[in-house]
Nanobody, 123 residues
Framework: QVQLVETGGGLVQPGGSLRLSCLVN????????MGWFRQAPGKEREGVSC????????TYADSVKGRFTMSRDNPKNTVYLQMNNLKPEDTAVYYC????????????????WGQGTQVTVSS
């Protein structure tokens, strides 16, 4: 069983930055691949990034490549999503998720989800 708690959302102007954090509580948290997803109003959930539990390799959606950076701090049981050069189309609720297996930007593969944190990019 894993519990996930996201923090760090907020309102930012276009071109600005935010860092999201996801605290991973539970047994053997290091055995989970971790993903970030987002869902904007009226749109389907979108996979943003995923970090593999084993080798730490990271997959990004094309829409965020070069702007977002995902990282993992195992001693702190925390994963991060650094978001730079934010655009209005990045506005969404961002979710952290855990998957006991290989990384994939497919939400249905993930076993555990956080409650989400709102990110709004607007001038």
């Amino acid at each position: 069983q894993v519990q996930l708690v996201e923090t760090g959302g907020g309102l930012v102007q276009p071109g600005g930055s935010l860092r999201l954090s996801c605290l991973v509580n539970g047994s053997n948290p290091h055995f989970y691949s971790m993903g970030w997803f987002r869902q904007a109003p009226g749109k389907e959930r979108e996979g943003v990034s995923c970090i593999h539990y084993g080798d730490g390799s990271i997959t990004y959606a094309d829409s965020v490549k070069g702007r977002f950076t995902m990282s993992r701090d195992n001693p702190k049981n925390t994963v991060y999503l650094q978001m730079n050069n934010l655009k209005p189309e990045d506005t969404a609720v961002y979710y952290c998720a855990a998957l006991r297996g290989l990384c994939a930007l497919v939400g249905d593969f993930f076993d555990y989800w956080g409650q989400g944190t709102q990110v709004t990019v607007s001038s």
